[in-house]
């Protein structure tokens, strides 16, 4: 912990006014950005062949999207829609 702090807060005088600032950007610096993406890209990807497999394609994108691998399990969950009813035939001209 103390080395986290050390990153967070190396270079912040923290007299200043501004000083949350730099620290939450030192933080925000640390995270791992480029990982982040692309494993959500993964978990979109994964979700939409899902979603497309079970008749759901925006839903399974919306879900994985919003959900990660959690989004999955919901889009595996939820029932297949049900075709649309065909109409009767018109009856017979004469």
């Keep these: 912990m103390e080395e986290w702090l050390d990153k967070a807060t190396q270079g912040v005088d923290m007299d200043s006014p501004d000083a949350f600032l730099h620290i939450f950007l030192n933080l925000m610096n640390l995270v791992p950005w480029a990982a982040m993406f692309w ?12 979603g497309w ?16 691998p959690f989004g999955w399990v919901v889009v595996l969950m939820r029932p297949r829609p049900r075709p649309a009813a065909e109409p009767p035939p018109l009856p017979k001209s004469r």
């Design 39 to 50: 494993w959500s890209v993964v978990f979109v990807v994964v979700g939409a062949l899902l």
């Design 53 to 68: 497999w079970r008749g759901r394609l925006v839903e399974g994108i919306v879900w994985a999207a919003v959900l990660g």
